[in-house]
């Protein structure tokens, strides 16, 4: 059977960024449903790196939706930094998402035909931030990711790992306080993955409340809180007490030799 250990509150007056409580999902399919989740309870604090693992059809995508803004549970509820979202329309929805929350996909979902720093700047235009400042925002989270040199370079141009650092730029601009991650390395090599999670610990340390799902365990290993899934049932709840150095590790590794991350034939 799988173990369950709770964890208690960081501290009793600390909120949780995301709470969810006894949160359940059907999709309707063909002539039947589809239980993605089946009561989900759960804290996440800010400050926190978690990892979000379980087989392929155990619910974590649609828990990420859901935490996302980007859908409404079944039943239960779920509430981003305090605010119940689980009955918002479409629209409030959206309000949220843009505001709160920053979104990095395996395949990067950048528009091809648009600069490195007008897909960062897309969400401010979506959050209506001030014209004046769009460009100057975008140009300081593209520094953050190592990028700054590379603001007018198109998709095509860029290497896999250059490109998740646009879509991990892209979904900072607006100062989320959360920040989703679905497989963020499942397209990348190792380095260029160890690479984008020594990015992800620096955010964290900044403060940024991190969730990445992953099937990769090596990849679960970098953060403090492991949350394993089965069946659309949360199975597992686990601290990392010693979570990888990816600083360090990549400081011990030779060079890299192609910057752009490709086989060498
Ligand atoms: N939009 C949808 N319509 C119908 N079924 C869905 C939909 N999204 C997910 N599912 C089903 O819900 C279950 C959980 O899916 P998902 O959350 O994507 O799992 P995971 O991300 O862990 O692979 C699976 O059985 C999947 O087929
Ligand atoms: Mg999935």
Known sequence: MAEIQTI???????????????????YAMGGGVVQALRGVSLDIFAGEFVAVMGPSGSGKSTLMNLVGCLDTPSAGRVAIDGEDVSDLSPDQLSDIRSRRIGFVFQQFNLLRRTSALENVMMPLMYARRPVTDRAERAKRCLGMVGLGSRTDHFPSQLSGGQQQRVAIARALVNDPTLL?????????????????????????????????????PEVAAAASRVLTFRDGRLVSDRRNASPRDLAAELAALPPANDEAGEAVA
């Open 180 to 216: 989703l991650a679905d497989e963020p390395t499942g397209a990348l090599d190792t380095r260029t993955g160890m690479e984008i999670l020594e990015l992800f610990q620096r955010l964290n340390r900044q403060g940024i409340t991190i969730v990445v799902v992953t099937h990769d």
């Open 8 to 26: 208690p509150p960081a501290a009793a007056a600390d909120r949780p960024v995301i709470a969810c409580r006894d949160v359940a999902k059907t």
